[in-house]
C-alpha cells in the first residue's frame, strides 16, 4: 500500500474551482510523478488518461476510500512524464495523447502513433492543429524472431459483420506465440467534433460513441452535463434511466451469449438467444420509442416518459424472458463439445486485471468487484436490491457464465423500477452555467465502466469533452488471453471479450 | 471429275446466308433459361459487408436480419466472407479517412456486376459525423452506390425493404 492517501497526495496541487463531483487539482511534476509510482505499486486505479492543449489529465482511483480525482499537468514544454512508462495501461492513452493533442510522453517505451494512420489533412488536431508536412512512415509491428515461426494478417475488414482492426498473429503451428492489435480505423474525430457543440448535439455525438451502449454513453454525458451546471434531475427521470441501461444491458447479454457459442460452431444458442434479444429491443421499441434506445437519455432528464401500455409491454417482457432463459442456460450447461470449446479458453491472469482496472465482465469474470452502479451507487441504484456476480475463473465460460448470471440481475432490477417507478416529470431544463464549469462522470454500461470528463463555456456549449471507453483496458488483455490458445480460438477470446472498436477509436 | 471440282470451287456456295434469329423464338428461350436459372440459383445475392467507421449501431441491425423474426435467408440473401464472393457490398460509416483504402480495395476485389448498398444516415452523407477531419462523408464520396438506405439505426424492415429493392 502506497505510504500516502490519494487525497493527500492531491492536496498539495492547486485545486480547480468547479468541477464536480469529485475534486480536479493542477499539479507539479512532482506530485505527477508520485502519482505514477502509486499507479505502479497498485495503490489506485487508472480511470483515463488525457489531453487537451498544454495540459495532460489522470483520473485515478482508490478503492479502499472511494476517493477519486483528476490530476492535470501543466506542459509548458509540450511534453509531460510518461505514465506508461511504469504503468503499461497507460501507454495506448499517451500514444493517442501524442497523436491528437502533440504532448509527448517522456521516455514512453512505445512511442508508435496509436489512432493517426497518417491519413487525415491535420496533424494533432486537438492541440497546435497543423497540416502534415511529412508523410507518415509505414507503421511498425513488433519484431518477431524465431525459428519456425509464421505470422496471419487478419483485418481491418474482417470475415463477419463486425467493426474493423488489425490483427497481427505470430504463430508457431496452431499455437499463437504473440498477438499484436492495431486499432485507430474508426476513429472519427468525436472529441474534435464535441468541441464548441451545443448540449443538444453533444449528447447525440456522444449517444453514437458506441452504439450497442448509446443508453449508457448518453447517461454518462447527462449526469456530467447535470453535475457541471448543478442541476438536479427529477426522480422519475433517474429511474427510467436506469430501466433503459438494464434493457441495454439485456439486449447485449443475451445477443452477446448466443453469439460467442456461435462462434464455437454451436448455432442453436445464437438462434434462441437473437429472438430474445429481438424481443427485447421491440419492448424498447414500444415503450421508449427506438429500437436502440438512441437519444432517449438527454441531458435534464429523458426525451420520452414510459406510458402505463409501456409498462405492461416491459412487464411482459421479463416474463417471457424468465419463460425462455433458463432452457438456454441449461442447455449452454449440458452441452460437452460446448464447455470444451469455452472452459479454460482465453484465460486472462487476475493480476493482470486488477494491473489493467478492467472493468465489466472481463473484470468482473477475473475477480475484480468493480461495478459503477454499486461502488458510486449513483441514484436510483443506490435503493435497489442487486447483487454483483463475481468469478474467478477468467476464462470465455467464466464470462459466458458471468452474463448470464448479470441477465438474471437485471430482469430482477427491471422488475423492481416497474414496480416502484415514481411518478413527475421526466425532464427539467439544464441551468445556463454562466462561467465555465466542469465534471467527470462515471457510470456502467454492459461492457464496463465509462468515464466521461467535460468542461462546459459559460454559454452552456461544450468546451471539452473526453469519453473513455471500457475497451481501453480490455484491448490489451485480449493480446495476453489469445497466447498459447489455437489461432481458431481467436473468434471465441474476441467475442467474449467484445470489446468497442468505436468507443476505442472514437 | 477434276472438272466437276474446279466448277464447284469458283462457284458461290448454294447455302444461303443464316437468317436474323426469330425475335418471338429468343424471347420465348431467354424466357426459359432466366426460369432455369431462377430455379436452380434462386434470387440469390451474396452480401459483403463493410464497416467503414460505423458506431456499430448500424451492425446491430444488419445482425438482426439474420434472426427468427427477419430471417433474410429465405429472400435469397446471404452474407459470405469475402468480398470475391459478393454481389453486393453493404458499407456503413461515414468513411473515415483511415478506412478509405480498405473500403476502395474491397470494392476492386468484388467482382462485376455488383451493387453498393449504403447503409445508415452515416452511409449516406456521414450523418452526425459530417464535417470532422477523420470522415469523408458518405460511401457515395469513395465508390458508387446504387442504393441508400437512411435511418439512425435503420431497423431491420428498414434494410429487408431496401434489400428486396435490388432484386
Ligand atoms: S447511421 Fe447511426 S447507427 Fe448507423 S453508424 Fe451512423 S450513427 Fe451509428
Redesign the pocket.
Known sequence: MHAQSLQAILDAGQPVAAHRPWPRFVVTPDIWNTLIEGLADSAWTLLGLWGELGLVHLAVHEEGSGMLGVASLPCPAGCFPSVGRRHPPAQRLERTIADLVGLQPVDAPDIRPWLDHGRWPVRYPLGAATAPTTTMPPYRFLAVEGESLHQIPVGPVHAGIIEPGHFRFTANGEAVARLEQRLGYVHKGIESLLNGATLERAARLVG?VS?DSTVAYALAFARAAEAATETEVPARAHWLRALMAELERLANHCGDIGAICNDAAFALMLAHCAVLREQILRASAAGFGHR?L?DRVVPGGVAADLSVEGVSVLQSLVAEIRRQFPALVTLYDNTASLQDRTAKTGFVKPTLIRQFGCGGYVGRAGGRAFDARRTLGYPPYDVLKFEIPLRTDSDVNGRVWLRICEVEQSLSLIEQILQKLPSGPVRVALKTPGQPCESLALVEGFRGDILLWLRLNGDGTVARCHPRDPSWFQWPLLEAAIEGNIVADFPLCNKSFNGSYSGHDL | MHKLLLQNLWRSPMTIPAPAPSEQALAELGAQVDQAARRRLGRSLAIRQVDA??????EL?IHALHNAFYDLERFGFHFVASPRHADVLLV???VTANMREALERTYAATPDPKWVVA?????RDG???AGSYACVGGVAEVIPVDLHIP????SPTQLLEGLLALL
Request: glycine letters at 30%; a negative charge.
Open positions: 453514437r452504439g436502440l438512441m | 467507421g460505423s458506431c456499430n449501431g448500424c441491425e456503413t460509416g461515414p447503409v445508415g444516415d452515416c452511409g450523418g452526425v459525423f435511418g439512425c439505426p435503420p
